[in-house]
């Protein structure tokens, strides 16, 4: 049984058969492949486009969608195998996995860190429980990864520019008041790369690399796809010559939790926030950001109120490339 | 594109074919206006009967509704155009409701005043940010108005009384712990007024005249469609004869976010509270009051269980209005 | 009119039709006895499997489940009569039961006892209002009793112990950090009376027996029935050679709401987690849990995951015994 954990643990062949797919559904196909099937979507943190392209998705295709809140509506969840459950969980993911798996044909979860221990974080626990324990096919929702959101990225991208091997990718960090989760920086190296890109990662300083599982795969795919991924703190040679630009905040992950330690590394990047000045550096490349997107703080309001800015079809993206990914998982047999 | 932000914005004529069709509803006529359509509830604040009657409403009409809780369960939103959004905000409306317009058909959104300042409030910001942005038509489920709630009224009205205009109808200020919202007074002056009936608006003390927009719409339409308007602080002349008694409590504007001032005005109408006794001054009179609803406090028990009191037929013609607006939205071209 | 508040209300042959009907919808058979209905789960706490399984169930049956969260995101309710509401509740449920009834066909609530005063809580005071006002069937997900999960129960030992008539059954209590609600053991102890088994109920000390209503009721139904009731502080007497085992724990009543003076009792049962140890006293016992359940605090590991262990088949259950019970009360006249 597959799940959708990761594009990781997906081929380029089989990743491009779902963006077919989506394409597909972008221009009006249908299908009933959930037809008395239904998905629990199981959130841990708030949500608003995810939640709703998940359920309007399900329900187009036929099926029934549950949206459980996991803080506040359930009960808090343990996950670690041979515990004693005497501090605040009330059930162990062995049981919620099991049961949860009588009633619905597929579970999609959001579970982002807590912002504690990367060591702990970085093995995704609670997605991996829950999959190792559920009988039906698990999907991630944003944990580490946000595997979702690198296909409607991906989408977007061959929308806009047709076949993106060996186009210049500019994954760059942008300024945000909290430190926040690696996940979708994550995603970006992984899909980037898995497609042949060239990767110009900007950071404002070496420790915003991103966890060394994700730089070693996506230097890994692109030794098998011929891209490249090159990591630099030069904001010119940046964005110089880049057909898209993805912006993105993390926080270091050297001081993943005891965030006071990271100030003046952020501070190198308090200019980094995308101007009209550095996309005319690029080759009239094409911008984005997953959304919620802090306007003037991350990108110049003329910057995302222009032609080149395609974080909205991103987003409409979603709804598509989760229903081919259902569609996928809800099929096997 | 249309929308459904105040029945100010809807002809007398437009309004009644609204009425018609959910009369038309409540008497068994069937529409699947909504096949294959959905519509996103935003819910800034707490609701029961709104955000039931609009999910069993879609899914009457075939169409499908997905809640949600803009407070806790999705990101703080920002609708000022140009800020640097380095607070708390994470999103802008001009996102959300583009992204939202590209999943759904219809943008149904409740969100009350913040009770900090109403020069800002009575721009109604976020709903009008919301129909500026989205594609798709935005429908009013109660911000500084609440134009749901006033269908369910005259529709509660117009079978109880027949043809309204002409008809005596008293808006009470009644007594309650807390300064609310002015949405439903606005509310019930607009239909009453549009509909021509002669308004006597009963207040404690002059401060509690509602909005001038409010107060100045209203008497436009009683100028035209040949009602009356008058504010009193007198409960005889009020209730003597009166045809239709509305109840509402609500703060007053110039003490708005200052409340303590508020106290002595508000002490005059310690005795506002719904009695058999002031009923028994009235032509005979139906009463009615949007939910929730305080006993005792806003309206005494007598007068609540009496069959003059049709509170709960206007909550059950919520369903049918917003079945009829729903329909009347998505059937634009 | 017929509500599903208690099974006590019911006859032992009418809930042998409901299991029956729930087993056969565990066989593959299929209603849509809900088409053109809908149901309102009504939640004032937490849940995960209720919530799923009812809403998953009505759409099964062709109907529509509306979630409301009472605590949030409806109105704080009334559910006195003749209350003068100036304190926090904004509603009373003499309204909410009328309205939600207009757009509605059934009503499911959940409504935990506030762990108080349990004089007022045993009387159940808020779903006993709801279904005095409420003008459709309504259901108890759990409140002082837990009689969905009661089903799930008795199929699911039906199922592994064919006739349960004259078996052994225990019903033990279990440590916990928390004085918890008495709802599964008052449920646990009806069901299994009204089915004529013999009841061991096994508890540290004399102040864990249960509300006089359900010993009592669990007399009555063993008197007719055929079956025993004896309770016990023995250990050994209690697990030999039991058919059933059923752990949960509760807060001793006559500590209620002042839970200090209840510690040295429950320091009585420090060693009445079920271990293999025990369970090997008993006839190859079947062992069971309602969930949320805390490992290794009530139940240790090694029972938990061996072939005797059927809480997941219980909670899979829910989904058909509630099936049944809504089609069952959605066909009356």
Same mark, same amino acid.
């Given at each position: 049984?597959?799940?959708?954990?990761?594009?990781?643990?997906?081929?380029?062949?089989?990743?491009?058969?779902?963006?077919?797919?989506?394409?597909?559904?972008?221009?009006?196909?249908?299908?009933?492949?959930?037809?008395?099937?239904?998905?629990?979507?199981?959130?841990?943190?708030?949500?608003?486009?995810?939640?709703?392209?998940?359920?309007?998705?399900?329900?187009?295709?036929?099926?029934?969608?549950?949206?459980?809140?996991?803080?506040?509506?359930?009960?808090?969840?343990?996950?670690?195998?041979?515990?004693?459950?005497?501090?605040?969980?009330?059930?162990?993911?062995?049981?919620?996995?099991?049961?949860?798996?009588?009633?619905?044909?597929?579970?999609?979860?959001?579970?982002?860190?807590? *912002?504690?221990?990367?060591? /702990?974080?970085?093995?995704? $626990? %609670?997605? =991996? +429980?829950? @999959?190792?324990? &559920?009988?039906?096919?698990?999907?991630?929702?944003?944990?580490?990864?946000?595997?979702?959101?690198?296909?409607?990225?991906?989408?977007?991208?061959?929308?806009?520019?047709?076949?993106?091997?060996?186009?210049? *990718?500019?994954?760059?960090? /942008?300024?945000?008041?909290? $430190? %926040?989760? =690696? +996940?979708? @920086?994550?995603? &970006?190296?992984?899909?980037?790369?898995?497609?042949?890109?060239?990767?110009?990662?900007?950071?404002?300083?070496?420790?915003?690399?991103?966890?060394?599982?994700?730089?070693?795969?996506?230097?890994?795919?692109?030794?098998?796809?011929?891209?490249?991924?090159?990591?630099?703190?030069?904001?010119? +040679?940046?964005?110089?010559? &880049?057909?898209?630009?993805?912006?993105?905040?993390?926080?270091?992950?050297?001081?993943?939790?005891?965030?006071?330690?990271?100030?003046?590394?952020?501070?190198?990047?308090?200019?980094?926030?995308?101007?009209?000045?550095?996309?005319?550096?690029?080759?009239?490349?094409?911008?984005?950001?997953?959304?919620?997107?802090?306007?003037?703080?991350?990108?110049?309001?003329?910057?995302?109120?222009?032609?080149?800015?395609?974080?909205?079809?991103?987003?409409?993206?979603?709804?598509?490339?989760?229903?081919?990914?259902?569609?996928?998982?809800?099929?096997?047999?």
């Amino acid at each position: 049984m597959r799940n959708f954990l990761s594009t990781a643990d997906w081929s380029r062949p089989e990743l491009q058969g779902v963006l077919d797919r989506a394409a597909a559904f972008k221009d009006g196909a249908t299908s009933r492949a959930l037809e008395g099937k239904s998905i629990a979507l199981l959130f841990f943190n708030p949500s608003l486009r995810t939640r709703s392209s998940f359920d309007i998705g399900a329900h187009q295709l036929g099926g029934h969608a549950i949206v459980l809140d996991a803080k506040g509506q359930t009960w808090p969840m343990e996950f670690t195998d041979g515990t004693v459950m005497d501090g605040t969980a009330e059930e162990h993911v062995r049981e919620s996995a099991r049961v949860l798996s009588q009633y619905v044909d597929l579970i999609a979860i959001r579970c982002f860190p807590d *912002f504690v221990d990367w060591k /702990v974080e970085r093995e995704d $626990p %609670l997605i =991996t +429980a829950f @999959a190792a324990h &559920a009988t039906v096919p698990v999907i991630n929702m944003e944990t580490i990864v946000h595997p979702c959101q690198e296909l409607a990225l991906m989408l977007a991208m061959q929308s806009r520019l047709g076949d993106v091997a060996g186009k210049e *990718f500019l994954l760059t960090w /942008v300024p945000h008041p909290k $430190p %926040l989760n =690696t +996940a979708v @920086a994550n995603s &970006a190296l992984l899909i980037a790369s898995k497609f042949g890109m060239n990767i110009r990662m900007l950071i404002p300083d070496d420790v915003y690399r991103l966890d060394e599982r994700y730089m070693g795969a996506a230097e890994n795919f692109v030794a098998e796809g011929g891209g490249s991924l090159k990591v630099t703190t030069d904001v010119k +040679a940046a964005y110089d010559g &880049a057909d898209a630009v993805y912006a993105k905040s993390w926080g270091a992950l050297p001081f993943f939790g005891q965030w006071d330690g990271e100030a003046p590394s952020r501070a190198k990047g308090a200019d980094f926030m995308i101007t009209p000045e550095k996309m005319a550096m690029t080759n009239n490349a094409v911008i984005s950001h997953c959304l919620p997107m802090r306007r003037n703080v991350k990108i110049a309001d003329a910057v995302v109120d222009s032609p080149a800015f395609m974080g909205i079809e991103e987003a409409g993206n979603r709804l598509h490339v989760q229903k081919a990914i259902m569609e996928n998982l809800a099929g096997q047999a």
